[in-house]
């Protein structure tokens, strides 16, 4: 898996520490959809 912003690979441990995050069919690294969108990923409980 490829992040949708920097195209870097996303290892199952990224997604284990909430660093990574699956979002419609598009994975993303926490930080860059933050830059992206200008906005933190909340984790639902």
């Not at 195209?7 to 199952?12: A, G, K, V």
């Amino acid at each position: 898996m490829q992040c949708a912003l920097c195209n870097e690979y996303i290892d199952d441990n990224e997604f284990a520490f909430d660093e990574a995050f699956e979002i419609d069919g598009e994975y993303w690294h926490a930080e860059c959809y933050a830059e992206y969108y200008g906005e933190e990923l909340e984790t639902a409980v």
